[in-house]
């Protein structure tokens, strides 16, 4: 059996630094789905900054090394 779903989120229903709990679990050789959970979010460590900007970090942070002389 196989399910899909489709899903979009606005700007606003974004949570920077979350992850949806998980779902599925094996219990006793078969998978069990725990819809209670379904809308709940845990926070995970996340930068402050976007990707952009990290990167943009790290390479100032790395620039020295690729001075040449």
């Not at 606005?10 to 979350?18: R, T």
């Not at 006793?28 to 725990?34: I, L, M, R, S």
């Not at 209670?36 to 976007?50: E, I, K, L």
Request: net charge negative; aromatic share 14%; hydrophobic share 40%.
């Amino acid at each position: 059996m196989t399910c899909q779903a489709r899903s979009s989120y606005l700007a606003d229903e974004v949570l920077w630094g979350h992850r949806f709990t998980p779902l599925l679990s094996l219990e006793e050789g078969f998978y069990e789905v725990d819809y209670g959970g379904f809308h709940h979010t845990v926070p995970v460590p996340t930068p402050a900054c976007s990707a952009r900007q990290l990167a943009a970090a790290a390479a100032r942070r790395d620039a020295h090394l690729y001075w040449s002389i």
